[in-house]
């Protein structure tokens, strides 16, 4: 038995998220019927965590276990052949069998992409979110500065969790200007994610930035721990999954 991990960047405009659903047309729908293609085998691709419908990785990390003799260095290439353009494998590589690119998983970085020029970016149009006025970013950056650490995160995820604990501790929370380019990213790096948790942190934090919150209203939703506080769920398609990390053992 081997175990294969896998680097995977897709473009989620299409796709009902990651995971398989009853109605098909997943990410893992495809990249499941590519592996059934290649190794004749009928395996389960196993992701580092589930994203949206309509969101994007530039880095998820999958893995899957195999009998397959194919040599690791034809991996990539021989499933990028087989699968839609929108779905690349940049890196294979055999790892113990101990490694599951989930419970393995120690951090995750989210990166959401707001186009705040008056006309949208028609190339890229389905990776940012357009806002075609500007926001205040020093409002914005102020109301992030109290998510940093472990809390109670219920304000800001889905009402449909199933999770026993929405407690999640975020390592980084950030802020990135380019004025030049007429772009903010909102980056968060955590432990975890709850169901909408990012896309209801930046629709809150962009009524902060056109003036219809304070940004000292963000910590008082943290604390009030009720979905009804926080601003809408963000659209989905300005949403990547950036990076996830593991421990130096399972790198």
């Not at 990166?111 to 926001?135: E, G, K, M, S």
Request: glycine share 8%; aromatic share 8%.
């Amino acid at each position: 038995m081997r175990n294969i991990r896998m680097v995977v960047s897709y473009e989620g405009t299409r796709y009902y998220g990651f995971q398989i659903q009853p109605g098909g047309n997943t990410i893992q729908d495809e990249m499941e019927a590519a592996l059934k293609l290649l190794t004749g085998e009928q395996m389960e691709v196993i992701s580092s965590g589930r994203t949206d419908a309509g969101v994007h990785a530039r880095h998820q990390i999958v893995n899957v276990r195999t009998e397959s003799p194919i040599p690791i260095g034809r991996w990539a290439m021989a499933l990028n052949s087989r699968l839609p353009d929108d779905i690349v494998i940049l890196q294979a590589e055999e790892v113990p069998l101990d490694f599951h690119a989930r419970h393995s998983a120690k951090r995750k970085t989210y990166r959401y992409t707001i186009n705040c020029n008056r006309q949208p970016d028609v190339f890229a149009r389905r990776l940012q979110f357009h806002h075609p006025t500007p926001l205040n970013v020093k409002e914005m950056r102020a109301a992030m500065e109290c998510l940093l650490g472990e809390h109670d995160f219920t304000s800001f995820c889905s009402i449909r969790s199933t999770k026993k604990s929405h407690v999640r501790t975020l390592y980084e929370a950030y802020l990135e200007h380019r004025e030049e380019e007429g772009l903010i990213h909102l980056v968060f790096t955590g432990n975890g994610f709850l169901q909408h948790m990012v896309r209801i942190l930046v629709g809150t934090l962009i009524q902060i930035g056109e003036g219809k919150r304070k940004s000292a209203d963000m910590q008082r939703i943290l604390q009030g721990r009720k979905r009804s506080l926080a601003g809408p769920t963000a659209m989905a398609h300005g949403l990547m999954l950036w990076e996830v990390y593991y421990t130096e053992a399972h790198k």
